[in-house]
């Protein structure tokens, strides 16, 4: 092969690379989106193709969103179902409850927390790599919007409408909906912790005095 015809080569070759990365570069391009505490963030302007890490996290989180629950939520609430199963008898009382928390997910309007964690995916400041999601830098960003803004405030901007349109319309007041909701939350972990509580504390009472 003449010098020539290397440098020909060698050069289609870097010419295939640099169009595959500004290929890569418009696909994933990058936009202001808004300000919130006097710190800027940014997302990917099609947030429905993202970068694998990232676009798998956002996925997750929106399914959560649509759930109205976390998945830790629904694993806490089946290993409580399966104990209750597996009682000698099974309290049906106690299954009705467990089926009661559902019923109330499911007819939640939103679950607020949810919403900022699935924020915390899609949204990004100049400190992070945008195409890595870290779970324990995305708590400190949600904290961080509770601190410099009202619930109500920091939805009502307009790229977070964007990416859940249907909350402006289905919640009146942010703030109190969020308190209910937060409160709510507290009422449905604390009650599944204590289903099946009183029924081990007898079985181990008798236990003993056998």
Request: glycine share 4%; with cysteine; net charge neutral.
């Amino acid at each position: 092969m003449g010098f020539r015809q290397l440098i020909k080569e060698l050069a289609e070759v870097w010419r295939i690379q640099w169009d595959k990365k500004r290929q890569q570069k418009e696909m994933h391009r990058i936009e202001y989106a808004f300000t919130s505490g006097g710190r800027k963030y940014y997302r990917y302007e099609d947030i429905t193709n993202l970068p694998y890490q990232r676009g798998r996290a956002a996925l997750t989180a929106y399914n959560e969103v649509e759930m109205r629950c976390s998945r830790e939520f629904l694993l806490e609430w089946t290993k409580k179902m399966d104990a209750v199963l597996h009682n000698n008898p099974i309290d049906i009382f106690e299954i009705n409850k467990l089926n009661g928390i559902l019923k109330d997910r499911l007819s939640l309007t939103a679950d607020l927390d949810l919403c900022y964690k699935l924020a915390a995916i899609v949204y990004f400041d100049k400190t992070e790599k945008p195409e890595v999601y870290e779970p324990a830098y995305a708590e400190k960003k949600i904290a961080r919007w509770k601190k410099d803004q009202s619930v109500s405030d920091f939805f009502s901007q307009m790229p977070l409408k964007e990416l859940i349109p249907y909350l402006s319309n289905a919640i009146g007041d942010f703030d109190t909906f969020f308190q209910l909701n937060e409160e709510l939350n507290q009422l449905h972990a604390d009650l599944i912790r204590l289903i099946g509580s009183t029924n081990n504390k007898a079985h181990t009472t008798n236990g003993n005095k056998s």
